[in-house]
């Protein structure tokens, strides 16, 4: 079974899918391993990485990081396509580019990457023929089941939440009409907001947790709402900057690795081999 298809019976199946965001093949693995169904791929994560901002990842080095953990690990993959790398004519490359990367599905995004003061939306005729075209893309390329999830980010472009919750609900049920999979808000703060979307949103919905602005909503109080998709865009990054500070840290102010040994979040060797172990 094509991993889209794999990603299609899990989004379908009435269960909250939990997809951690891997920044390169080794935290796919590790998620993977903790007996996660699916993987998404964070274009932040994957540029910070590289020490890069966000809108200097290029679409070859994005597809190649993303075709890495595809070969990594054995469950779908979804890509962060960003806006497409370009309009609707470009779409189809970007399409078929992922597509021979192996992933299961894709992000595609409204927001004008890298505009100046701030946040700003493509036109959303524009951004409703970039998902047509994707959709259309999808099929040529053998894989109509691709899974598109469809992010705005009307909630943080616009000057206040109501104008901005107003223009997300808007704007995704365009979007899930032009054939994408998942209507993706992004800047979600609080539940109340999300069960608005959940009621006004014509299907299913994706929301980021574990984000600066929203520690405090759980994944439990998404999954009660009934959010199909939870991703976790930031958590391993961040998470693995804070251990190795922590370690080195503590090697310049002990000069040894007691606190490491001691400590209950040491990796060990072993642990490293069965991570590099082919799946």
Request: include cysteine; glycine fraction near 10%.
């Amino acid at each position: 079974m094509r991993a889209s298809m794999i990603l299609k019976e899990l989004l379908s199946s009435g269960e909250t899918v939990v997809m951690p965001d891997a920044f390169d093949p080794l935290s796919a693995r590790i998620i993977e391993r903790m007996g996660f169904k699916a993987v998404q791929c964070s274009g932040f994560s994957i540029a910070a990485a590289q020490v890069m901002a966000e809108p200097a990842l290029s679409r070859d080095c994005n597809v190649a990081i993303t075709a890495a953990i595809v070969q990594a690990i054995s469950i779908p993959v979804m890509a962060d396509g960003e806006d497409g790398f370009g309009d609707e004519h470009a779409i189809p490359e970007t399409i078929r580019a992922y597509i021979k990367a192996g992933v299961a599905g894709i992000n595609i995004e409204d927001q004008v990457l890298g505009a100046p003061g701030g946040k700003q939306l493509v036109p959303m005729d524009v951004a409703v023929g970039t998902l047509y075209a994707a959709r259309k893309a999808a099929a040529d390329a053998g894989v109509p089941d691709l899974i598109i999830n469809a992010r705005t980010d009307a909630l943080m472009a616009n000057p206040t939440p109501e104008e901005g919750l107003a223009g997300a609900i808007v704007r995704t049920n365009a979007y899930l009409q032009a054939g994408a999979d998942l209507a993706f808000i992004i800047g979600v703060s609080d539940l109340e907001q999300v069960r608005l979307l959940v009621r006004e949103i014509h299907g299913p919905i994706s929301i980021a947790a574990g984000m600066p602005n929203n520690m405090g909503l759980s994944v439990a109080q998404l999954r009660e709402a009934g959010v199909a998709r939870v991703s976790l865009p930031s958590l391993l990054l961040f998470s693995a900057l804070q251990a190795m500070q922590r370690s080195l840290e503590s090697v310049q102010r002990t000069g040894g690795f007691e606190e490491i040994v001691a400590g209950e979040w040491t990796c060990g060797m072993g642990d490293i081999m069965r991570l590099l172990a082919p799946t």
